[in-house]
């Protein structure tokens, strides 16, 4: 069966420091692979999206950016936070190919910054 | 542009039924899904509607109506565990693309 891993579930950083996120996705090949925010009480709001290694979609134009430097591994990282990076960040997978796969979750993570 | 609209908050009492709306706006539409968010928790997959009309499953049913940009979950027999937030969600673009409507807090009470 697939799952999908997300890490960290909680993280507090200072304004200004580096941020990585790493999800992985185990018994499935070349998923689409999505990065998503959240913030409190909020829809998800889409970030990047991948179909392929080193092919990464931008939706929103931020201090944020994505990599996926192996099928089934996505990253999301930022140079320096800002205090409005704070929410909840969602990795997400698809099955490659088609339009009416659903979207599988992670347990996403939690980042507040100080 | 692309949007979805959904309304933000639905009460209904234990043991109804109750409908949760989505219109949406977009060029290229695939398909309209919903998901589930409990409190805390990640979204997790309810229905899918490519094609005009009803999909049941089990308690939830979801509809379409692509040519009024429409549909809707319904929700039978309410449990108090349906408590939760609901989105509708379209593909688009290149399908890969997946856009969330902001979210239908449902709270279901005795």
């Known amino acids: 069966s697939q799952t999908i891993h997300q890490w960290p579930a909680t993280l507090v950083q200072p304004v200004g420091s580096p941020l990585s996120l790493e999800c992985t996705v185990e018994?499935?090949?070349?998923?689409?692979l999505y990065w998503y925010r959240q913030a409190a009480g909020r829809g998800l709001q889409l970030l990047f999206y991948?179909?392929?290694?080193?092919?990464i979609s931008s939706e929103v134009p931020q201090n944020l950016s994505a990599s996926r430097p192996q099928d089934r591994q996505f990253i999301l990282s930022s140079k320096k936070l800002l205090l409005s990076d704070s929410g909840f960040y969602l990795c997400?997978?698809?099955?490659?190919?088609?339009?009416?796969?659903?979207?599988?979750f992670g347990d996403g993570t939690r980042l507040s910054i100080l | 542009g692309q949007s979805l609209e959904q309304p933000s908050e639905v009460t209904a009492v234990e043991g109804a039924i109750v409908q949760i709306n989505c219109t949406y706006q977009?060029?290229?539409?695939?398909?309209l899904s919903w998901y589930q968010q409990h409190d805390g928790g990640a979204p997790t997959f309810l229905s899918y509607?490519?094609?005009?009309g009803l999909e049941e499953t089990g308690r939830f049913s979801s509809f379409l109506s692509r040519s009024d940009s429409y549909g809707y979950l319904l929700l039978q027999e309410l449990q108090m565990k349906d408590s939760a937030s609901y989105f509708c969600?379209?593909?688009?673009?290149?399908?890969?693309?997946?856009?969330f409507g902001i979210g239908t807090k449902l709270q279901v009470i005795p």
């Open positions: 997400a997978w698809s099955v490659f190919g088609t339009a009416n796969q659903p979207q599988h």
């Open positions: 018994g499935t090949s070349n998923p689409n």
């Open positions: 991948s179909v392929g290694i080193g092919q």
């Open positions: 977009t060029s290229g539409f695939y398909g």
């Open positions: 509607n490519a094609l005009d």
């Open positions: 969600a379209f593909n688009s673009g290149g399908y890969q693309k997946v856009t």
